[in-house]
């Protein structure tokens, strides 16, 4: 394992990844710990604002251009935009099962299924796992 990729790739790119490794722990957490809490809730903002944070820095990295300079993981950013804040809005209006399911949704393919597509030979992580 080398930083080294990482380290002189943009800083588009530095922020991304540190967001979604920021969000990856901490939904590690949040799936661990007891739900409806204050400390759930608070927690729970700070990865919306990280994954907020990772879907809008994607439409900056344009390493796979299949649509312009837009690929299909962008409609993946685009719908996690959509579903961070009517995930809070399911929470509010007391539909928890709903938001429950929503941000397991978001949490598996929005984070972790389109991480793995960083693993790809050719990607930066790739480089920076395997060398």
Do not use: C, D, N
């Not at 990844?17 to 739900?35: E, N, R, S, T």
């Not at 729970?44 to 312009?68: D, E, P």
């Not at 935009?81 to 949704?105: K, S, T």
Request: proline share 7%.
């Amino acid at each position: 394992m080398t930083l080294e990729p990482l380290l002189s790739a943009p800083p588009v790119i530095q922020l991304h990844v540190a967001a979604a490794a920021a969000a990856f722990l901490l939904g590690i957490g949040q799936l661990a710990m007891p739900k409806g809490t204050p400390r759930h809730r608070a927690v729970g903002y700070v990865w919306i604002l990280l994954m907020a944070v990772l879907a809008t820095s994607s439409f900056w990295i344009h390493q796979i251009r299949l649509l312009g300079p837009f690929s299909p993981i962008h409609l993946l950013s685009i719908l996690t935009l959509v579903g961070l804040p009517r995930a809070v809005w399911l929470a509010r209006q007391g539909r928890i099962e709903a938001h429950r399911r929503l941000m397991l949704i978001l949490f598996l393919f929005a984070l972790v299924g389109a991480g793995l597509f960083t693993l790809v030979p050719g990607r930066i992580m790739h480089a920076v796992f395997f060398g």
